[in-house]
């Protein structure tokens, strides 16, 4: 499961998805957040979600919860 960082770190998926024009792949969304500065555990569970293709930002928030 992916925690939260804590505030005045990397910055919180939320607000990293507010920068994301969806339908996304995964590939444009990893590298969207790493643009952004998000951390590695994020990077990673979004790697390894299944989806391939998200329609939005709940899919999103879905996939890494499962992780």
Known sequence: MVTMPQAGSSPS???LLAGVGFPVT???LIDNFQ???ATQLLLDAIRNASPTR???ADEVMT???NR
Request: glycine share 6%; net charge neutral; charged share 25%.
């Open 13 to 15: 998926i939320q607000e």
């Open 26 to 28: 995964k590939e444009q």
């Open 35 to 37: 643009q952004n500065g």
């Open 54 to 56: 998200f329609a939005s």
């Open 63 to 65: 996939a890494i919860r």
